[in-house]
């Protein structure tokens, strides 16, 4: 018997690997420029701006310490990693089926069977039986299907461990763009503050020159006018700020808590210290487009498993154990029982359903196909345009700076002629208000030109691994 067995296992597993229905997976090819317009082509792939680790491109340990936590607690990241996990086991269960399967079976009875009472009659005793038996049954993959379910259950997996990625890539640059948005308001904020102060100290000066005869009421309210358009400012800001700490906490999966904050705006330093890198990197480095190719792989895989449903099923089984009458002589030589055998279901008449199946499966790895290209598309599309928003976001923070330098300037001339008694302290005020508006300006041009340093890091693939890259 167990030489029997071990002929049918032997059989199967030298059978198993002939056929496969599954079509062989190539990564479809995308047409992508050899560079990035308005940048050198790179002879060879090497450093990528988006190799960079997150830990390395923000100096603000503040912000280090945020992300930190919000990749520990924020739902949207363990979310994914249960999926990952979920997808893990699901390998485990695909890859279970190409083996053979082994059950045992313990049973006694006690009563009359139809062929006793048919032999004694009335007279038929009720009598036990026990049975003890261990089974094996093994589905024969000749075409394929199983192995084919255990590669798209690979594909899923990994699919599922890029997103995890995407969402972590996600997490740590809306951590870092929430972090900047916020400190540019308080930077808004203490300029607000400022601007308020010495426009308080005009005021009392110009309410001094009219005492003394020198100013006029019109002057003192146009004095007061620019204090009240400084005060109007503050509490709209901090409203902002409060809204903005709740955005943080949201991300960080917490509630309420108080943001503590780390380096101005002035001192946050992102710098597109290396190149982009080849369009191409972005096949390994995007998650999204990780994940794409995966999905594909799967659908590719999904082929082969409708394929192979047109064809028979081969299913092997054996048996070996004892039964007995007695308890007592259960395990005995003449108790010994066994069975070898073979079975073959094959499709008759479906009405085209498995055949349906394999046009929808096709049709669905096209679909895959599309998406694929899609992301790639995307992908290349956000670096080429992050890329013009470094630098363009860049010439206006530089253009902003020379603006306010000029309106300040022009402060202190209205001051000088209206002292003077040249000019009307309204020259003052339309110069005071210009220059506020000028200093905002730059504050928030900073913060863009941040910012687009951040999307261009994303766009790019980096942000979600320790090592930054792929």
Do not use: H
């Not at 972005?282 to 792989?297: F, G, I, K, Y």
């Not at 030589?333 to 479906?350: E, H, R, Y």
């Amino acid at each position: 018997m167990n030489r029997a067995i071990r002929l049918g296992l032997v059989l199967a597993g030298a059978l198993a690997p002939a056929c496969r229905m599954a079509p062989t997976y190539e990564r479809p090819k995308e047409p992508l420029p050899a560079a990035y317009a308005g940048q050198a082509a790179q002879p060879a792939p090497g450093a990528s701006f988006a190799d960079l680790p997150w830990f390395e491109l923000f100096q603000d340990q503040v912000l280090q310490q945020l992300i930190l936590a919000g990749l520990q607690a924020n739902a949207d990241v363990q979310l994914a990693a249960n999926r990952v996990l979920q997808t893990a086991a699901q390998v485990g269960i695909a890859k279970s089926y190409e083996s053979p399967s082994v059950a045992s079976n313990l049973g006694a009875t006690r009563g009359i069977d139809q062929s006793t009472r048919a032999l004694y009659g009335t007279k038929a005793t009720p009598s036990d039986q026990y049975v003890v038996n261990m089974g094996i049954s093994w589905e024969l993959d000749f075409w394929g299907k199983l192995r084919s379910q255990t590669e798209a259950a690979r594909a899923q997996f990994l699919a599922s461990r890029e997103n995890q990625n995407l969402v972590i890539q996600g997490l740590v640059t809306s951590i870092a763009q929430a972090y900047f948005q916020l400190r540019e308001l308080d930077a808004e904020l203490d300029l607000a503050r400022s601007t308020l102060g010495s426009r308080w100290q005009s005021l009392q000066l110009i309410q001094l020159r009219r005492e003394g005869g020198v100013s006029s009421m019109s002057d003192v309210n146009q004095a007061q006018s620019l204090v009240q358009s400084a005060s109007v400012v503050i509490p709209m800001l901090e409203q902002q700020i409060a809204q903005q700490e709740g955005a943080i906490d949201v991300l960080l999966g917490r509630y309420g808590d108080p943001v503590p904050r780390g380096l101005p705006l002035d001192d946050q330093r992102l710098v597109v210290s290396v190149p982009p890198g080849l369009p191409s990197d972005l096949l390994e480095r995007r998650p999204d487009v990780r994940m794409a190719e995966q999905q594909l792989v799967a659908a590719n895989a999904q082929i082969g498993v409708a394929k192979a449903e047109l064809f028979p099923s081969i299913q092997l089984t054996a048996g070996n154990g004892y039964a007995s009458s007695g308890l007592s002589s259960l395990v005995g030589p003449g108790s010994k029982i066994w069975n070898v055998g073979a079975g073959v279901t094959a499709p008759i008449f479906n009405a085209g359903r498995l055949r349906t199946q394999v046009r929808l499966s096709e049709l669905q790895q096209q679909q895959m196909v599309l998406q694929y290209a899609k992301a790639v598309q995307q992908a290349f599309n956000d670096a080429a345009t992050s890329l013009v928003s470094v630098q363009k976001t860049r010439e206006t923070r530089i253009q902003q700076q020379d603006l306010t330098a000029t309106l300040d300037k022009q402060v202190d001339l209205a001051n000088q002629r209206f002292m003077g008694g040249v000019a009307a302290y309204l020259e003052v005020q339309d110069a005071e208000r210009a220059a506020f508006d000028g200093e905002r300006n730059l504050v928030q041009a900073k913060r863009d030109e941040l910012l687009a340093v951040l999307a261009l890091y994303k766009a790019l693939g980096g942000g979600w691994t320790p090592e930054g890259g792929s």
